[in-house]
């Protein structure tokens, strides 16, 4: 069983900031990709943030110098610092996690934590 808990996420004017992490527990052998989603009301699940386990990152257009996902390998834990927020970056957020096992992928998610940017 693999476990992902978040933490982190509340409430912020538009222009703050806010940090995500999240820890991934239980039989890990290791883990290949990390990821942040994130889901607004009415609308589809989105990637906003990946990044690999040699620490290459990719993102979302809309938050490309704004966000900054990073993470810790050996407490198997992922970061997203948001800066600048926008009323439009509110969401709930989901970490992601792609785990190596049997030499197979098994992805797994967190249960998600609430972002709302008041403008």
């Known amino acids: 069983q693999v476990q992902l808990v978040e933490s982190g996420g509340g409430l912020v004017q538009a222009g703050g900031s806010l940090s995500l992490s999240c820890a991934a527990s239980?039989?890990?052998?290791?883990?290949?990709?990390m990821a942040w989603y994130r889901q607004a009301p009415g609308r589809q699940r989105e990637l906003v943030a990946v990044?690999?386990?040699?620490?290459?990152?990719n993102y979302a257009d809309s938050v490309k110098g704004r966000f900054t996902i990073s993470r810790d390998n050996p407490k198997n834990t992922v970061y997203l610092r948001m800066n600048s927020l926008k009323p439009e970056d509110t969401a709930v957020y989901y970490c992601n996690a792609v785990i190596v096992r049997s030499g197979n992928l098994h992805p797994y998610w967190g249960q998600g934590t609430q972002v709302t940017v008041s403008s």
């Open positions: 990044i690999t386990s040699a620490g290459g990152t």
């Open positions: 239980g039989s890990i052998v290791s883990i290949n990709t």
